[in-house]
């Protein structure tokens, strides 16, 4: 990836310069294959020393990198958790439930709690702390069923750039995060998982549903269905990194900017606003700034 980026920059540079430049990229480019095995094998080693694990795991790409190292190295010690309210699509969880039948991987599904705390569905800025902790508090539980001392989950260190309170609320309670541990950013994780031939490598970025929901709105079974179903309309017409953020009764659409103009296809924006309006929303916008990890957050600032 890398050498071809920087090679084909300097195409136009004179022949005995291209050749010099060409080698520092393969150079380069062999560096940064030797510090993704080195992050690979520390990942390894760290797993391996905790002997046996309950992992966190949503079937997104990190939680499913995760997931495949720790089985790599612990075989067979080793329960998959995850979690199934309506705050989670359907999608994910039959993504997770195959992905971990065909590691061979214990998986067990737990309807966790989250939409029956107040505390969650006021949708503070807290609540994906509350979120995290009820969540832990199932994994703990489990663990100690087994006889199990160590949980982990699959926070990389590109989260660290958002809002992420979840991480407070695991770190309190002992969850710890070995993809970070191990200098893992979720670019690494990505081409690490398509060297392991992982079918989750090239997935989307996923969040909660909640997320979809502003600050200060209660949220509601039914608004994260509708949030759930307008996206699975989109991803049925290709918009794979796209968001369905709802504002009251509109519906602001969040997609890749290279997704943009095929959106404004007077066919594809005639289909999609007909199809939203039958699920419920009064009006549907497109947000010309494309998909934003964690938007919403811009909220807080405020």
């Not at 391996?48 to 720790?70: I, N, P, Q, R, T």
């Not at 979120?131 to 539980?141: M, N, T, V």
């Not at 996923?206 to 989109?234: F, H, S, W």
Request: glycine share 6%; with cysteine.
């Amino acid at each position: 990836m890398v050498e071809s980026v920087y090679c084909n920059i300097i195409i136009y540079i004179k022949k005995n310069v291209y050749i010099s430049i060409h080698k520092f990229c393969k150079h380069f480019f062999i560096m940064n294959q030797n510090t993704l095995t080195i992050k690979r094998d520390h990942l390894f080693s760290i797993l391996e020393k905790y002997g046996a694990l309950v992992v966190a795991y949503s079937g997104g790409v990190d939680s499913s990198f995760l997931l495949a190292m720790a089985q790599e190295a612990l075989k067979k010690n080793l329960v998959a958790v995850t979690a199934s309210s309506p705050v989670h699509s359907e999608w994910e969880r039959q993504s997770a439930t195959t992905f971990a039948r065909q590691l061979g991987v214990e998986h067990i599904i737990i309807h966790s709690r989250e939409m029956r705390r107040r505390e969650f569905r006021s949708n503070t800025k807290d609540r994906c702390y509350f979120c995290k902790k009820y969540l832990c508090e199932d994994l703990l539980k489990i663990a100690g069923d087994r006889g199990i001392a160590h949980v982990v989950h699959g926070a990389n260190l590109d989260d660290f750039d958002d809002f992420r309170p979840g991480f407070d609320a695991a770190r309190e309670m002992g969850i710890t995060a070995p993809l970070v541990d191990a200098g893992l950013t979720k670019n690494d994780i990505r081409m690490l998982s398509k060297q392991m031939n992982l079918s989750t490598w090239n997935t989307p970025a996923m969040a909660c549903l909640a997320t979809r929901i502003p600050y200060g709105t209660p949220i509601t079974p039914k608004d994260l269905n509708m949030v759930e179903q307008a996206e699975q309309v989109l991803w049925g017409y290709g918009f794979t990194g796209c968001r369905v953020r709802k504002h009251g009764n509109v519906a602001r659409i969040e997609v890749d900017t290279g997704d943009v103009q095929k959106f404004l296809d007077p066919e594809m924006r005639f289909v999609i606003v007909e199809k939203l309006r039958k699920i419920g929303f009064f009006h549907v916008a497109l947000d010309l700034e494309g998909y934003r990890q964690g938007s919403m957050n811009r909220d807080l600032a405020v």
